[in-house]
């Protein structure tokens, strides 16, 4: 099936770095791809869709200055969280749409997810 | 994107047949409706979709209302690795995924 490899699976970094974060569609290309962040005991929150080529669409309250992403090849797209916060510690999920259909994936893949640790 | 409602929890026993409801009475005949979970710290997987039609796989059934305002996921013989917060959207095409609160499902030994 359709895989999506996001990594690293987690970071820890100072207060005031940047962090980036890849998510690589392996065995299919990805036109769009989606970011979603999650906080503990919360659901899913969508912040960004990412399409190849253009500009990233912003969810409404999501900084985009502050969450970067880039989707420059149909199997990459990164979120870079800049000049990071203790605030902005949770758990960030990638996904992509699926170009293909199987009977084990259909419409949508996600990522493993990555664990981000502010200190 | 249609507005999905379910349980905040649910209690299951190992070997039993788990039934998880959703209501979407706002979806869009377009519309599919998809299942995923998401066990702790992990990335959602997907469970299974439909339109209209009830749908089966080796994970799982789909049951879809005439109507298509409710559905029900069925875990045939729960086991303790389906220990899980299950999610039902409502999505169709390349419209984004926005996920609901889910059902945190808890299968007991």
């Known amino acids: 099936g359709a895989v999506v490899s996001q990594h690293p699976s987690w970071v820890i970094c100072k207060s005031g770095t940047s962090v980036k974060i890849e998510c690589r569609s392996l065995?299919?290309?990805?036109?769009?791809m989606f970011w979603y962040r999650q906080f503990p005991k919360q659901s899913l929150m969508l912040m960004a869709t990412?399409?190849?080529?253009?500009?990233?669409?912003?969810e409404q309250g999501v900084e985009k200055d502050k969450f970067l992403i880039n989707h420059a090849s149909l199997t990459l797209s990164t979120l870079t969280v800049t000049s990071a916060h203790p605030e902005d510690s949770s758990f960030y999920i990638c996904?992509?749409?699926?170009?293909?259909?199987?009977?084990?994936?259909?419409?949508?893949?996600f990522g493993s997810g990555t664990r981000l640790t502010v200190v | 994107d249609a507005k999905t409602t379910q349980p905040p929890s649910m209690d299951c026993a190992e070997g039993r047949a788990a039934n998880l409801p959703c209501n979407h009475s706002?979806?869009?005949?377009?519309?599919?409706v998809y299942w995923y979970r998401q066990i702790h710290s992990q990335g959602p997987q997907y469970i299974i979709h439909?339109?209209?039609n009830n749908e089966t796989n080796e994970m799982a059934s789909l049951i879809i209302t005439e109507d298509r305002k409710s559905s029900t996921l069925i875990l045939p013989h729960a086991t303790l690795r389906d220990t899980a917060v299950y999610y039902c959207?409502?999505?169709?095409?390349?419209?984004?995924?926005?996920f609901g609160q889910g059902t945190r499902l808890t299968i007991n030994p």
């Open positions: 996904s992509a749409r699926v170009s293909k259909r199987d009977r084990h994936n259909y419409g949508y893949t």
């Open positions: 065995d299919f290309q990805a036109t769009t």
């Open positions: 990412s399409n190849e080529g253009s500009k990233a669409t912003y």
């Open positions: 706002t979806i869009s005949g377009n519309e599919y």
């Open positions: 439909g339109l209209k």
């Open positions: 959207i409502g999505g169709q095409g390349a419209q984004k995924l926005v």
